[in-house]
């Protein structure tokens, strides 16, 4: 039984089309978050969601955009896809106020751009 | 400008044999320093964490140790084990959690039978 899970694992797509990437978690979590790996490696914060605010970290260009339809799920919209786009995002979820700042992470969704 | 940085890309060490893990930091605003394991192709797994009131924490085999002053974390390994083989990320968070954690570039350890 899953904790955090995404769909789909793979994307392949041209450019110029909207995708999205589905996210839901089972833990009861407050706090949802989507994160971007580039070729470089790099882990980085995309957005965070919980049923107060939405923070956005100000490098993401707003063709991406998060979409909440309850608690247990964060979607990941994309519209105009670049090349650039190419990478793995990653969902996750915490719950505000926890012991240890954990966040539980879903598999990955590698997003190839072509 | 990396707030969160893993100096070295990988590090070999001979199982059973102890493996240190480095990381350092730069925002002295950090409320919580983790640990994440991650195997090619799967998310990131949460390893350990330790606030930044402590010094060490101790969980199994792994453990964290934090330096305020040099601004510095290591994770311990001890003893090392094949399935211990993987990408280990520092991690971050700050005392509003909703911002996210801040991830180091990642150390892959390799264990050598």
């Known amino acids: 039984d899953t904790a955090v899970s995404q769909t789909p694992k793979y994307l392949v797509t041209q450019m110029g089309n909207d995708k999205s990437i589905k996210c839901e978690q089972n833990l009861g979590h407050d706090t949802m978050y989507w994160y971007k790996q580039d070729s470089k490696k790099f882990l980085k914060i995309m957005f965070s969601y919980n049923n107060k605010e939405l923070i956005i970290n100000e490098t993401v260009p707003n063709r991406f955009s998060p979409k909440s339809p309850d608690k247990a799920h964060l979607n990941l919209h994309i519209n105009s896809l670049e090349l650039g786009d190419s990478a793995v995002y990653f969902c996750?979820?915490?719950?505000?106020?926890?012991?240890?700042?954990?966040?539980?992470f879903g598999q990955g969704t590698r997003l190839t751009v072509v | 400008d990396q707030q969160v940085k893993q100096n070295s890309p990988s590090l070999s060490v001979q199982e059973g044999r102890i493996s240190i893990l480095n990381c350092d930091y730069t925002?002295?605003?950090?409320?919580?320093f983790l640990w994440y394991k991650k195997y090619p192709a799967e998310g990131p797994t949460f390893l350990i964490s330790i606030s930044s009131i402590k010094d060490k924490n101790e969980d199994g085999r792994f453990t964290v140790f934090l330096n305020k002053s040099a601004k510095h974390l290591s994770l311990h390994i001890v003893p090392s084990q094949p399935g211990d083989s993987a990408v280990y990320f520092c991690?971050?968070?700050?005392?509003?959690?909703?911002?996210?954690?801040?991830f180091g570039k990642g150390t892959h350890l390799i264990i050598q039978p």
């Open positions: 925002n002295s605003m950090f409320d919580y």
């Open positions: 991690a971050a968070s700050g005392r509003r959690g909703a911002d996210g954690l801040t």
């Open positions: 996750a979820s915490s719950q505000m106020g926890g012991r240890t700042g954990e966040a539980f």
